[in-house]
């Protein structure tokens, strides 16, 4: 493996760039691996060259309604859990012209109407989050470039529960938090249920599905336990 910085990975992205159009470029990985936080290290990298847009595919999560609706709470994040279509168009639509996207806030759980945001005339889009590994026909999303962040479970285990327990603890003072509802536990409770969490749920659509996009992403870097990246 080869150590490489994030200023480094920016370099070989902006390298694939036409002049005149938008690269579009996914981030995926397991929950909790780090997508967001490399998206935002890449996109400082590459702001004084242009344009730079972060996009977050929970945006395109269908509404918790919608999910309590079809019974898919408990495969949030899983493939038919995202409005797939949509997100392929606003995909698409990002290397032509103006496209609104959705946001998604992780203290209410939900879709958040009110922050969804429209952008234009980006030199790079950085798509990061789940629902970018290919389908069941072997089918990537409208994507120029594809990063996939491995790891090793014990590691992105230990980031998920850092994760969780920081909602949890802030959900002390924000009784609008979706993790307010969790307060009553222990904080032994509270790590034992985030275990079963992603054992439930994060684990098998890590294995089953976000992993497929390893094997067919055009970058593959390895974050180790201290952060570090590596290029496979």
């Not at 493996?1 to 760039?17: F, G, K, Q, Y």
């Amino acid at each position: 493996m080869t150590p490489i910085t994030p200023a480094a990975l920016a370099a070989r992205l902006a390298a694939h760039r036409q002049p005149g159009e938008t690269l579009v470029v996914g981030i995926t990985g397991a929950v909790a691996v780090g997508k967001t936080t490399l998206a935002r290290q890449l996109a400082e990298a590459l702001a004084p060259a242009g344009h730079v847009e972060i996009v977050s595919t929970d945006g395109f999560l269908k509404p918790n309604a919608v999910l309590e609706a079809q019974g898919l709470m408990m495969r949030k994040g899983f493939p038919e859990s995202f409005d797939a279509p949509a997100m392929a168009a606003a995909l698409a639509g990002l290397k032509s012209g103006a496209v609104t996207v959705p946001a998604y806030s992780h203290a209410i759980y939900d879709v958040d109407p009110a922050a969804g945001r429209t952008i234009s005339g980006a030199d790079v889009v950085l798509v990061e989050g789940l629902g970018l590994a290919p389908g069941e026909m072997g089918q990537r999303p409208p994507l120029d470039l594809l990063v996939y962040i491995d790891t090793e479970e014990a590691d992105v285990l230990g980031w998920f529960l850092d994760r969780f327990m920081g909602l949890w603890e802030a959900a002390a003072d924000d009784p609008a938090s979706f993790y307010a509802r969790f307060r009553h536990m222990t904080e032994a409770q509270a790590r034992d249920f985030a275990v079963q969490v992603w054992n439930g749920i994060n684990r098998p659509n890590w294995l089953e599905h976000i992993a497929r996009a390893k094997p067919v992403a055009d970058i593959v870097v390895k974050k180790a336990a201290d952060h570090g990246l590596f290029l496979l």
